[in-house]
């Protein structure tokens, strides 16, 4: 079975730096891209960029290139999303996805649970 | 960036009524090689990651009930539920993924008259 299990809610104050985590399991993790989506409160979903993981991409949608930054461990099969800069404009819940794949004759999508990042003074 | 308009912002339709929900992409998603639409909705309820309903502009995801319906072609694609149930409130999105940097719509709050 696919699963995407991400770290758990955050609390930081602006300027500090973050680490958050997608471990992935059941599933060859080489062979799918990972992405991130953001949802600021009460807000829809924006996509914020992916490490594809067949050709060893990072690709940034324009909103957050520069902003953020992805990642992966083969080793470990898991991405990351990290900030260097917290803001408090980055308070939202964050959300990891696999590239959907077919599974007998349809085809599926695979989220992780969400992360809750606060950033708060 | 392929930008996703959705419309109405939100609707509330009575139980066992149809409610219908409109998507307009700035650039076609119609891949002619493949003649498919890389367009897919998303059904998203508080506190839960978006849940695929449709894929291929029309095609219905694993286990989504057959009153949910998807059509259109280039760049304009409509969601129908053709009879609304209480379990279907929820937020809307039309998604592209024509390029693999997916672009959604602004979301659909569909709620009960």
């Not at chain 2, 409509?78 to 379990?87: F, G, H, K, M």
């Amino acid at each position: 079975e696919v699963q995407l299990v991400q770290s758990g809610a955050e609390v930081k104050k602006p300027g500090e730096s973050l680490r958050i985590s997608c471990k992935t399991s059941g599933y060859d993790f080489g062979d799918f891209w990972i992405g991130w989506a953001r949802q600021l409160p009460g807000k829809g979903l924006e996509w914020m960029g992916i490490v594809d993981l067949p050709d060893s991409e990072i690709k940034y949608s324009p909103s957050f290139e520069g902003q953020v930054t992805i990642s992966a461990d083969r080793s470990i099969n898991t991405a990351y999303l990290h900030w260097s800069t917290l803001r408090a404009s980055d308070t939202g819940m964050y959300f990891c996805a696999r590239q959907p794949g077919v599974v007998g004759d349809t085809v599926r999508d695979y989220w992780g649970q969400g992360t809750l990042v606060t950033v708060s003074s | 960036d392929i930008v996703m308009t959705q419309s109405p912002d939100s609707l509330a339709v009575s139980l066992g009524e149809r409610a219908t929900i409109n998507c307009k992409s700035s650039q076609s998603v119609l891949y002619n090689p493949k003649n498919k639409n890389y367009l897919s909705w998303y059904q998203q309820k508080p506190g839960q990651p978006p849940k695929l309903l449709i894929y291929w502009a029309s095609t219905r995801g694993s286990g989504v009930p057959e009153r949910f319906s998807g059509s259109g072609s280039g760049t304009d694609f409509t969601l129908t539920i053709s009879s609304l149930q209480a379990e279907d409130v929820a937020i809307y999105y039309c998604q592209q993924y024509y390029t693999t940097l997916w672009t959604f719509g602004q979301g659909t709050k569909v709620e009960i008259k």
